[in-house]
């Protein structure tokens, strides 16, 4: 079994590649355009999640609605 990494050597390991990438295009785009990139598409994807819980809510309202005829 490997030893488990505290979160401190963690950021030791990765402190090196950090500095790598930073410096790296990646298909000629910056790090910082994939960053905000991957922001967007993760506020998209809560945004989805938020629509979702309001629609099941909305269903099961009017499921209830429906069985007290």
Same mark, same amino acid.
């Given at each position: 079994?490997?030893? #488990?990494?505290?979160?401190?050597?963690?950021? +030791?390991?990765?402190? %090196? *590649?950090? #500095? !790598? *990438?930073?410096?790296? %295009?990646?298909? !000629?785009? %910056?790090?910082?355009?994939? !960053? !905000?990139?991957?922001? +967007? /598409?993760?506020?998209? &994807?809560?945004? &989805?999640?938020?629509?979702?819980?309001?629609?099941?809510?909305?269903?099961? /309202? &009017?499921?209830?609605?429906?069985?007290?005829?």
């Amino acid at each position: 079994m490997p030893n #488990a990494l505290t979160r401190d050597d963690l950021r +030791a390991e990765l402190v %090196p *590649l950090r #500095a !790598q *990438l930073d410096g790296l %295009p990646l298909m !000629q785009r %910056p790090v910082t355009v994939h !960053q !905000q990139e991957v922001r +967007a /598409i993760r506020n998209d &994807i809560a945004s &989805i999640r938020a629509n979702l819980a309001t629609l099941a809510a909305r269903i099961e /309202i &009017i499921e209830k609605g429906r069985d007290r005829r």
